[in-house]
């Protein structure tokens, strides 16, 4: 059963970098066919798809996000990493990640709050 566990502050000044982390255990991030993504949800509104990372390295962003989106990973200690730049208040979310692509998403974090306030 793989466990993903996002990381990271919890609160983020206006024009600065967002920068998470997601820990996997139980499966390594770089098996064959995986894809890990970086989901999001504002306070009142529904999901939606940040990027992902997948098991050769590779990374893919939502076209409205991909500027200011950076995805990576550090295959040593099976996690990767979102950094999201230029952050105003309507970046303040709930941010997940999860195993899979907006096609068909497996496991989940359990979400960490991330607010964007000076």
């Known amino acids: 059963q793989v466990h993903l566990q996002e990381s990271g502050p919890g609160l983020v000044k206006p024009s600065q970098t967002l920068s998470l982390t997601c820990t996997v255990s139980?499966?390594?991030?770089?098996?064959?066919?995986?894809?890990w993504s970086w989901i999001r949800q504002p306070p009142g509104k529904g999901l939606e798809w940040i990027g992902y990372?997948?098991?050769?390295?590779?990374?893919y962003y939502s076209p409205s996000l991909k500027s200011r989106t950076s995805i990576s990973r550090d295959t040593s200690k099976n996690h990767f990493t979102l950094q999201l730049s230029s952050v105003t208040p309507e970046d303040t979310a709930v941010y997940y990640c999860?195993?899979?692509?907006?096609?068909?998403?497996?496991?989940w974090g359990q979400g960490t709050q991330v607010t964007v306030s000076s």
């Open positions: 999860a195993r899979g692509t907006p096609v068909d998403f497996g496991s």
């Open positions: 139980g499966g390594s991030i770089t098996t064959n066919y995986y894809y």
């Open positions: 990372i997948g098991y050769s390295g590779s990374s």
